[in-house]
């Protein structure tokens, strides 16, 4: 059975600062997936992740993959308030598109 | 991308009632899902939601209690059946579009029983 860990779930930092959420899944599986949810918003896709070491970027944003370790990060450089929310990463499970889902990581990011 | 439509964005429903979410497409896509999460939790699939035969159900979610349609290919509905308060939750469809690997998430109905 394939299962998602994020870790941290919760993350407090100040504006400026870097820091990186880790998303490890147990079996292989063929695209990764990192969302942004504001409170009482829907979910805003971030990157897809295809193949091994794959690097995304958008903004203060960078999301890289190591197929062979399972393991996806999201890393954040000099963070802003804007980027406060919760992230999560997701794996495509069995079927095509079918997506198993991290914890999230609740980042809070101070002025 | 793909611009998803659900309605109602909320409701507050009573306990053994029903509530059907609608869940509209501005283009034909093939793959549609239901999902749910619960307050402050992660998402799980409910089903996979196929044009034209049954939904796909995971494990959990039986098609009595939520019963999917799919009558083409920009539409979907999801019916809570017999609520309970433990069904309280945000309902959300999403979407692939054919032409890429991006799923797309509706904005959501949040359902509360009571």
């Known amino acids: 059975e394939l299962k998602v860990e994020q870790n941290p779930l919760f993350l407090s930092m100040q504006e400026g600062k870097n820091y990186t959420i880790y998303c490890n899944y147990s079996?292989?599986?063929?695209?990764l997936y990192w969302y942004r949810q504001d409170p009482g918003k829907s979910l805003e896709s971030l990157f897809v992740?295809?193949?091994n070491g794959a690097v995304k970027q958008e903004g203060r944003l960078m999301a890289s993959l190591d197929t062979k370790a399972r393991l996806s990060t999201l890393h954040i450089t000099a963070a802003v308030h804007d980027l406060s929310a919760t992230y999560f990463c997701?794996?495509?499970?069995?079927?095509?598109?079918?997506?198993?889902w991290g914890a999230g990581t609740k980042l809070i990011i101070k002025p | 991308s793909a611009v998803i439509s659900q309605k109602p964005s909320r409701d507050i429903c009573q306990r053994g009632t029903s509530l059907t979410i609608q869940c509209q497409v501005d283009?034909?896509?093939?793959?549609m899902f239901w999902y749910r999460q619960q307050p402050g939790q992660s998402l799980t699939l409910i089903a996979t939601?196929?044009?034209?035969?049954?939904?796909?159900?995971e494990s959990g979610f039986v098609i009595d209690k939520f019963p999917i349609s799919r009558p083409n290919l920009t539409f979907s509905t999801l019916t809570v059946s017999n609520m309970s308060p433990e069904d309280s939750s945000i309902y959300l469809c999403s979407v692939v579009p054919d032409t890429t690997y991006e799923q797309y998430f509706g904005p959501g109905t949040r359902l509360t029983v009571t």
């Open positions: 939601a196929n044009q034209g035969s049954e939904a796909t159900y």
């Open positions: 079996t292989t599986s063929d695209r």
């Open positions: 997701a794996v495509e499970g069995d079927s095509n598109y079918q997506l198993i």
């Open positions: 283009s034909q896509v093939t793959m």
């Open positions: 992740l295809l193949s």
